[in-house]
């Protein structure tokens, strides 16, 4: 690739993909709204807020590829998830259409099924049942995806991230835990592969204890090779393991699902 373009690079993963990910194009294009230091050699860095459309296209030109973290990564007053989650989605889909149609990685989220039981199993086919306004804006950035894919030929990679950090940080993300090293096994699978489509991937490890079914996306050739369950005695020393009524225990998408909707 020529230049890849990853959004939300001042993030926590947009950090990981900007340290990891230069050796898949030319030129990385570092996009945020929040500092985003020097720029190395093969860097470009381009500050733009999603919600806005102008600053968006020009974001997306001469991309050959998109890696989109940017956004509200969690529960939030409306319209700053209006601006960047829905606006901002919408604004690169439209970007990514008028300009070659660049392959999307779309970095959805487990909230997007979140209340869904625990003990449900699921897989690409499964009802989403967003856990709240964040997971709901999750499952119209999938939607943009399934349209642009119908309409216009642009694939996008949809990834139902789990909990995608150092280590699962509570009992529930032995479950949902998805290493860093496994992200980016991932991004670069899903560039490497000559024909994506628009599939529906849960972005976990190996994790002995699973809810999710990724046969349908085996041609991806992606094989998460780490397990949260390595981190069990350490979670179990540092917590409690909630009671069995405890949201955290009860729904996929933990205490989400009994959040209140946050009033700016
Ligand atoms: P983060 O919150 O650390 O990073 C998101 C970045 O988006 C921030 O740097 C922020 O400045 C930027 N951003 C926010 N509003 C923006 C706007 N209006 N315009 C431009 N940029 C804006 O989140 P993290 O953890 O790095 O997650 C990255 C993506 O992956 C997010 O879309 C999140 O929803 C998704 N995800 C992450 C999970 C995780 O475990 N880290 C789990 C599930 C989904
Ligand atoms: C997410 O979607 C969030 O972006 C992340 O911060 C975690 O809360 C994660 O889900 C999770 O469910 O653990």
Request: proline share 4%; with cysteine; net charge negative.
């Amino acid at each position: 690739m020529k230049r890849l373009l990853i959004t939300g690079a001042a993030g926590g993963l947009g950090k990981i993909a900007r340290e990891r990910l230069s050796h898949m194009a030319d030129i990385l294009r570092l996009s945020d709204i929040e500092d985003l230091g020097d720029a190395a050699p093969n860097e470009e860095i381009v500050y733009c807020d999603l919600g806005d459309k102008a600053a968006v296209e020009a974001m997306v030109k001469d991309c050959d590829g998109i890696v989109h973290l940017g956004g509200i990564s969690v529960e939030r007053p409306w319209d700053l998830i209006m601006n960047a989650n829905i606006n901002g989605v919408f604004n690169l889909y439209e970007a990514a259409r008028k300009n070659g149609n660049p392959r999307i990685i779309f970095a959805s989220s487990n909230h997007a099924i979140g209340f869904h039981k625990q003990s449900d199993r699921l897989d690409a086919s499964s009802l989403t049942r967003p856990d709240g306004l964040y997971g709901v804006s999750k499952c119209f950035g999938e939607s943009m995806a399934s349209m642009y894919h119908d309409k216009f030929g642009v694939e996008t990679a949809c990834v139902r991230i789990g909990s995608c950090f150092p280590e699962p940080r509570n009992h529930r993300m032995l479950a949902t835990w998805l290493s860093y090293d496994d992200f980016v096994r991932l991004i670069e699978r899903v560039f490497a592969i000559s024909r994506l489509g628009c599939p529906i991937i849960y972005g976990a490890s190996d994790n002995t204890i699973s809810w999710w079914d990724n046969g349908s996306v085996s041609y991806l050739g992606w094989r998460p090779q780490d397990n949260g369950e390595v981190f069990r005695a350490k979670v179990d020393a540092a917590m409690e393991q909630p009671g069995a009524d405890a949201p955290d225990v009860v729904y996929q998408g933990g205490f989400f699902a009994v959040d209140g909707i946050h009033e700016s």
